[in-house]
């Protein structure tokens, strides 16, 4: 019988993980480069995972989001804030972790010559 319920329990694990959606957040985004990405499950609702980027008319720096959004938000939207025009650009998707952000990868070169240059200075003192 023990054995019966801790397969039932497995079975309700499994249907429950299934439903779910995993998208990918992007808290810090520099230039468009995700500094820190993490996944985190979208509610029942939300089944679509989003980038989205905000542009702006005025010299300001473009903001980049990530996460889970419903269906039917999934939309361009442009409009005014304070005299600055504004338009967000969404690309949606709906398969687990599919709006994964570009991450900041440096070269093998940079990472050499930082590697030296922290070994150098070492020395230097």
């Not at 039917?72 to 804030?81: D, L």
């Not at 338009?87 to 991450?103: K, Q, S």
Request: charged residues 15%.
């Amino acid at each position: 019988m023990n054995k019966f319920l801790w397969s039932c329990a497995a079975l309700l694990t499994l249907f429950v993980t299934v439903e779910s959606l995993s998208c990918y957040t992007c808290d810090v985004a520099v230039l468009g480069y995700c500094l820190h990405e993490e996944p985190v499950n979208c509610t029942k609702n939300q089944k679509t995972c989003y980038s989205a980027v905000a542009k702006f008319s005025a010299d300001l720096l473009d903001i980049h989001e990530r996460g889970c959004i419903e269906d039917n938000k999934c939309n361009n939207e442009s409009g005014t804030i304070l005299s600055v025009n504004y338009t967000i650009t969404r690309t949606c998707c709906n398969t687990n972790l599919c709006n994964g952000a570009t991450t900041i990868q440096l070269p093998m070169t940079a990472a050499l010559c930082a590697a030296l240059v922290a070994v150098w200075s070492q020395w230097a003192f």
